[in-house]
């Protein structure tokens, strides 16, 4: 069965100081991996995807996150926190063969916070 | 690119009450989905499309709540007598089909039922 671990509910960070958001993922799959963040009373958005081409995913915000198949691990990344980087987390394995449906399963969140 | 449509963005009910959530999907996305988030839990799968016929209802708890999308369109959500419990975001997404593509998110309504 797919399934999303995000091993921090909360992470508080200074500004300036670097972030480390992490995620274990179980999938029967060669899994797409993505990290969505949400600000408060906002949708999601994407930040960044893997879909099996470079290991390290550079997204949007400075971001970047490394896949590693041996420790089925996707961290997220960041060198130095901005205070408009608090918000909440997610991350999120699509389910599914190649060529089969696309389904998301989402990790429970973490929620960063960035203190001056 | 217009992004995912969703209306009412806010709805207070009593319980017992009905409400409905309408959303429109980017232009060409065939699959379309509804997502209930918990405040403080991840989104958590209702339903899924793909164009007008359902993929996955397992986590719908049909005895209150049914989507349709008739032409493989917009969407509508309805819950029907609403609990307490309803009281969540509830998100609408939707993307090409195939695993691994990206799934775009409306900025989802959110529902108090007092």
């Known amino acids: 069965a797919q399934s999303v671990t995000q091993l921090d509910s909360h992470v508080s960070v200074s500004e300036g100081t670097p972030v480390l958001l992490r995620c274990n993922y179980s999938?029967?799959?060669?899994?797409?991996l993505f990290w969505y963040v949400q600000h408060p009373n906002k949708g999601l958005q994407l930040l960044l995807k893997?879909?099996?081409?470079?290991?390290l995913v550079k997204g949007i915000n400075g971001f970047e996150a490394e896949f590693k198949k041996s420790e089925t691990s996707f961290h997220l990344t960041k060198p130095s926190a901005h205070m408009s980087d608090a918000a909440e987390y997610f991350c999120?394995?699509?389910?599914?063969?190649?060529?089969?449906?696309?389904?998301?399963?989402f990790g429970a969140g973490t929620r960063l916070a960035v203190h001056p | 690119e217009a992004g995912v449509a969703q209306s009412p963005r806010y709805k207070i009910i009593e319980k017992r009450q009905s409400v409905a959530f309408w959303c429109n999907p980017i232009?060409?996305?065939?699959?379309l989905y509804w997502y209930q988030q918990i405040l403080g839990q991840g989104p958590k799968l209702l339903i899924q499309?793909?164009?007008?016929?359902?993929?996955?209802d397992s986590q719908l708890p049909k005895d209150r709540f049914s989507a349709e999308r008739l032409k493989g369109v917009d969407s509508t959500l309805k819950i029907q007598p609403a609990k307490l419990e309803d009281s969540a975001v509830y998100l609408c997404?939707?993307?090409?089909?195939?695993?691994?593509?990206?799934?775009?998110f409306g900025e989802g309504s959110w529902l108090t039922v007092v």
């Open positions: 893997y879909t099996s081409a470079a290991t």
């Open positions: 997404a939707s993307s090409f089909p195939q695993a691994g593509n990206t799934i775009y």
């Open positions: 232009s060409g996305h065939a699959t």
């Open positions: 999120v394995v699509s389910v599914g063969p190649s060529g089969g449906y696309n389904k998301l399963i």
């Open positions: 499309f793909q164009n007008n016929g359902v993929v996955d």
């Open positions: 999938s029967s799959y060669s899994p797409s």
